[in-house]
Nanobody, 115 residues
């Protein structure tokens, strides 16, 4: 059974930083494209960043230069380092693992940016 478990969400002040983690179990992690998505209240879920099996990264324009996605295949973990956070980054952040027709999601972790 494939499981994705996110952690690291918190309440942070504008301009602050957070690091999200997503641990994958029940499958061969290195075979998956990993992505971080977010969904704010009343909005559709959107891609934040993803990272290929080989480490190539892709970012939404809104987070370029502020967020960094990385993966540690030895730890079955993908990270999202977030800096210069703004209230517009407030959302539930989800981890996704994709390999062809196979597609798995985590339960989400809440990030709230507020003073």
């Amino acid at each position: 059974q494939v499981q994705l478990v996110e952690s690291g969400g918190d309440l942070v002040q504008p301009g602050g930083s957070l690091r999200l983690s997503c641990v994958v179990s029940g499958t061969i992690f290195r075979g998956y494209v990993m992505g971080w998505y977010r969904q704010a209240p009343g909005k559709q879920r959107e891609l934040v960043a993803d990272i290929s099996r080989g480490g190539r990264t892709n970012y939404a324009d809104s987070v370029k230069g502020r967020f960094t996605i990385s993966r540690d295949n030895a730890k079955n973990t993908v990270y999202l380092q977030m800096s210069s956070l703004t209230p517009e980054d407030t959302a539930v952040y989800y981890c996704r693992a994709t390999d062809g027709p196979y597609n798995y999601w985590g339960q989400g972790t809440q990030v709230t940016v507020s003073s």
